[in-house]
């Protein structure tokens, strides 16, 4: 018994830290400052950025995350007229359902301090707003539920960029949601 406690122990250490480093490497990649950068005030790198084959295969293990599944899901049942409580219908009425029909590409997933995730997503065919999603675990048995789901904080220009540096993920329609 021992042994499968220490065994359960290990794997949560090895996602948290999984979590964690896919977490710093986007916060280091959406917040570098680049000397040709300062003049625009973009907190945004020029350029296209650059990823290995590993980092991309560690990358892609976000869309596994439930809380990421669970927006998909959503979603779909949004457009579908059925599901998701009335408080997250009302969040997504404020857009176009354009951009729910889209598949979605996660520029960062981060702890909320106040529990949950937040998950900042582009959507592929409408990659003109960067938004962030607060999925939270209500209740005894954690059912998933948005909290929030609003525009994130880019500029014309932000966004611009992050067309240019991430341009392989938005434009990979296997692997985003």
């Known amino acids: 018994m021992l042994l499968l406690s220490h065994l359960s ?13 896919f977490l710093v490497c986007t916060v280091l990649l959406l917040t ?40 998909r899901t ?16 009302q ?16 520029l960062s997933r981060e702890d909320n301090t106040f529990g949950g995730t937040l998950i900042t997503i582009i959507f592929q065919d409408r990659p003109d707003k960067v938004f962030v999603a607060w999925i939270y675990p209500e209740g005894a048995n954690k059912r998933l539920t948005l909290r929030r789901f609003e525009l994130g904080e880019f500029s014309d220009e932000d966004i611009r960029r992050i067309n240019i540096r991430y341009k392989k993920l938005i434009k990979d329609k296997i692997h985003a949601m």
């Open 91 to 106: 969040m997504m009425s404020k857009w176009n359902k354009e951009y729910f029909r889209s598949k979605f590409v996660v």
């Open 74 to 89: 959503l979603f779909d049942a949004y457009l579908r007229n059925s599901g998701g409580a009335e408080q997250e219908r």
């Open 9 to 21: 122990a290990i794997s949560r250490s090895r996602h948290f830290f999984r979590n964690a480093l």
């Open 32 to 71: 570098h400052m680049s000397p040709t950068q300062d003049s625009s005030g973009s907190k945004i790198p020029d350029g296209e950025a650059q990823f290995t084959q590993e980092q991309l295969q560690e990358y892609y293990l976000v869309y596994k995350n439930p809380d990421v599944r669970y927006l």
